[in-house]
């Protein structure tokens, strides 16, 4: 199948399974979407016992496929434009030290003792992989995901505070993540012996840094233009070149294309800046346009993430590693957020409920999958940390998503 013909299918199934979820199930559009490519999958993988061609026409478009481009390279940067754009700025400068604090540091520690913790529960199942390879399951499950938190958290009347918090440290810690897992996937295809420590540094600020100058540079030149025509049309045609523009230029000059993003969106997204650059009626537009974008993305993202399930390999080990990584997900973030929580309480306002909150709010979603696929096909251990980051992702936005606004009420009225 062309390319046109499987993005016009997935838009078709995305539609289908929106009216449904509107219609009859009135869940979340995040998780309604993926619990219905879920069971659709599911319903394939049955069918191929009773009608296999199905099941092979099913397989055979999901392998053609590739998740990893369609999303790092094509749906990410409108996905985290669109999301830093309608961000609420103040609030996030208001509560910066504690994102920066999580973002960084938290992601960092959080892949050591994931990857660490992986490793011995592999080992205890009978599963020889590297330590290396635990290391790269810990940087791609670490970051909590924007798309998947923008989509669910809104609504789970989460505490305002603990909310941006969230939010803000989703929007800045996948491109942490990013960064450091390929930072780690170039040490595992060098070899450990062969990479220095100021090759990692000097790879991880021209990434993380130069993410970020680039983002506030694409964001000003957007501002420029913006701010000197009143063409609504005009403008909204300006926001989509320079993210799709500024998204490919990022990845030739080797810096890290989400971070810019995210730094861009957010700068455009200031009130000031919005007020200053747009009138009314282009402001209105260019709200409105990534609105519908950011709706469109995240539809098609989560049909694909539930359609992914018919071309995993399961193996009954596999099924019990990833039950222990969801635990060890779990365990891990909230042992890290209680941590810097306490070594930073003389300077980050937090109450005592903020990490059982900021734990079960942590989702992941489609970034998670993205990077686990992007593995060398080569390597034997691929197809056990995809399914491991699958697990964890469909328990995150199924069974946390569900359940958080639950959680709220039941922590907050305790």
Sequence with gaps: MELFQILTLLVVISAIFGYINVRFLKLPTTIGLMIMALIFSLLMIFFQFVHPAWAVFAKELVAKID?????????????????????????????????????????????????S????????????????????????????DPIAVLGILTKSNVPKKIEINIVGESLFNDGVGVVIFFTILEIAKLGAENVTVIDVAKLFMQEAVGGIFFGLGLGYVMYRLLKSIDDYEAEVMITLALVMGGYFLAHELHTSGPLAMVVAGLFMGSSGMKQDAMSETTELYVDKFWELIDVLMNAVLFVLIGLEILVLEFHVNYFFAGLAAIVIVLASRYLTIHFLL??????????????????WGGLRGGLSIAMALSLPAE????????????????????????????????????
Aim: a positive charge; charged letters at 15%.
């Design 117 to 144: 913790l992986i490793f011995y529960v592999s080992k205890w199942l009978g599963l020889s992989i590297d330590y290396l390879y635990c290391l790269l399951f810990g940087a791609l499950i670490s970051p909590t």
């Design 379 to 414: 390597w034997d251990a691929k197809p056990y940390l995809v399914f491991i980051t699958y697990a964890v992702v469909l328990f995150s936005i199924i069974v946390q998503g569900l359940t958080l606004e639950k959680v709220v009420k039941r922590i907050y009225q305790s």
């Design 342 to 359: 306490r070594i930073s309480r003389n300077w980050v306002a937090a109450d005592k409920e903020a990490p059982l909150i900021m734990t």
């Design 67 to 115: 998740f990893t481009t369609v999303l790092m390279d094509v749906m990410l940067s409108f996905l985290l434009f669109a999301g830093a754009l309608h961000t609420n700025v103040g609030l996030i400068r208001a509560e910066k030290r504690s994102i920066a604090l999580f973002a960084l540091v938290g992601v960092v520690i959080s892949t050591f003792m994931i990857g």
